[in-house]
């Protein structure tokens, strides 16, 4: 190619895949060079490069940078291009970190222009902004005896200065390039660029789960229901981020900035987010930080509503509560200190670069989908802009929660109207109650908090678990059990009983019993007892080792029918047809999934009827936190009727295998 005339190759615009290249900016005399040797120095070469721009020019010119200097203004945006072209390539996929011009003083005219070329805006994806105060950088121009510095008044340097600062942040917001000016400590420095060279979206999201995951686990019973609140203008009438800078400046210059950055083509995106996490670091070191939002959360005064909630579904151990935010987490983690119930509701939000992670749209809407995978539980969303949207549309209950008309947010109700054209089917909370409607009630039903149907809905348990282990008539009952010398017609007895023990101890008082009218001994009529509905229970006894325990519990249920069966797929319609309770009977519950499989085929040939798991063993890793049978109780409800609890993962082979003993089977191919 003829430098003379140089053309931008359409194919070679920039890398093919794009390295992260940090610029170092700032005037000339600001210290560039100087803290680039400092970071190589605290970082190493490792898993970052290091490179002088200008030595960049000198290495791929023809001539040097002798030669570049000579050359047309044209000509030298080209190998401008070249350059930042070949340290990108350079990184191999690693960090590469350059210090490089914004403007530089044309020494005609002594008038400082842009130098920056269409490449560097493709290429960078950081630039840090190096501010030194603009009487330092004349004493460092004037004592510089390698360069040939032409003399700039003071005042003309911090002009150069300012207007670079606000050309930059423009073009950066342009182009998807993070801006900050520098800190003034290295330390931090060397933080911010650690950070730039591992955090990606991919990242990001991962941080995010695991913080989730840190949040649902915290509690001690299976999360049966997981509430994901959004924060400003959900459970407060305020924004803590305007808050904040208010606090900051005393007006609102700081927010203009961060408003004007969610209006680039940045918009609501992982960059704007992290970009707007660099405007709170350049701003505030963490203990500044951290006195702003106390600030901010003395003055946050949550809905009552949204107390009282709170503080009634917290007591409920299946139930978690997680405040998802894409505003200031510390914030709203002093508030809820505030109000006791810190260690209650955990809080997923960014504001520092310490946090490890930013919260956008996507990320709530990615969290609700790794809820939904991997507990199997209700999630609940309650937001109020259309930011919440990705989160509502993908929970299984949304809640929309709209504050009065003067505060909430302007765009929710088009962004509301086009997600319920997708399918988005949720309710509005209305706080306080006399706030005007979103949309109408007939897309938008109304709510409340407080509603009777809402609150039974969550805190009735869809998983429980009823057993006897270490009572004396366990202790009588499981011994013939487990002693290897009982078998045959004298173990079938053994489980018979203790099928029978669990429908009087337990069962009746599960599912509940009725009055009817019976002949006294005496000769009068007087009041007996039996068990509600008996006749529209189907009792499943899953062959071989159910098989005595079905019938024990049958003994006492005399009017329910009895279904014998040893494959989920031998229970048909016609079994259930007038049933309102299943009980599935078997001698041992070792992983679950067998059990499993039968409630699948249950629930999936009538879902409304109540299911009930009565065994003799029932191993504790099937019934923990994150076994099969709570995560498969969040579809219709799933009670655990045993014996006994047992920590023995062994599973029989022959001679110990339950239905072999039972019917005296063990030495039979």
Known sequence: MDPAEPKLDPTDQHPPAKSTVIGIYGIPGAGKSYLLKQLRERLGTQTFSFYEGSEAINTITPGGLSAFKEMSGRDKRYWRGQAIEYIAKGGSGGTAIVTGHFMLSDHASQQPASVMTTRDLKTYTHILYLDTPADVVYRRREDDAERDRPRIPIAQLGEWSYHEKGELRKLCLKHNIMFMVMPDSLPR????????????????????????????????????????????KTMAPVDTGLEFWKHYDGATKSW??????????????????????????????????????????????????????????????????????????????????????????????????SDGYVVTPRVKGDLVERLKTDYHGQVWAFGDSSL???????????????????????????????AIEKGLQARQVLLPGTAPLRLNT????????????????????????????????????????????VQGPSLRK??????????????????????????????????????????????????????????GVNNVFGHASLLLVSKPEEVHLDHLQGKTIVLLVDSVVNNGKTVAEFFTRVRGLKGDVRIVVVAGVVQ?????????????????GLTVVALRLSINRYTGTRGTDTGNRLFNTMDLP
């Open 620 to 636: 504790a890793q099937a019934v923990g936190r994150d076994g099969p049978l709570p995560a498969i109780a969040q579809d219709g």
């Open 442 to 485: 007939t897309v938008l039903p109304v709510t409340r908090l407080d509603d009777p149907v809402l609150i039974e809905t969550l805190v009735a348990v869809k998983f429980k678990l009823i057993h006897a282990t270490g009572k004396s008539a366990t202790k009588l009952l499981q011994t013939p059990m487990r002693n290897a010398a």
């Open 256 to 353: 203009d900035t961060l408003v004007e950055l969610f209006d680039s083509p940045l918009v609501y995106s992982y960059s704007g987010f992290k970009q707007a996490t660099l405007l709170y670091e350049q701003a505030t070191d963490d203990d500044r930080y951290d006195e702003l939002c106390q600030r901010v959360a003395s003055a946050t005064k949550l809905y009552p509503e949204i107390t009282s909630f709170f503080r009634r579904v917290v007591r409920c151990d299946h139930i978690r509560i997680v405040v998802v935010t894409c505003g200031l987490r510390l914030v709203w983690e002093k508030v809820l200190a505030r109000e006791g119930l810190a260690d209650a509701v955990k809080v997923i939000g960014g504001g520092r670069i």
């Open 189 to 232: 420095i060397v933080l911010l660029l650690q950070d730039f060279q591992r955090h990606d979206e991919y990242h990001n999201q991962k941080v995010a789960d695991e913080c989730l995951v840190e949040a649902v686990s915290a509690g001690k019973a299976y999360p049966e229901h997981v509430l994901l609140f959004d924060a400003d």
């Open 494 to 551: 053994a489980h018979h009983q203790v099928g029978w023990y669990l429908a009087f101890e337990y069962l009746a008082d599960l599912l509940g019993v009725e009055e009817y009218r019976i002949a006294h001994v005496q000769g009068q009529m007087t009041i007996g007892h039996r068990l509600a509905n008996e006749e529209r229970m189907l009792i499943i006894g899953l062959m071989r080792g159910g098989l005595s325990m079905a019938l």
């Open 388 to 418: 919440d949207i990705e989160m509502l549309s993908k929970a299984h209950h949304a809640i929309v929660v709209v504050g009065d008309g003067y505060s909430r947010s302007r765009n929710m109700d088009a962004a509301l109207q086009k």
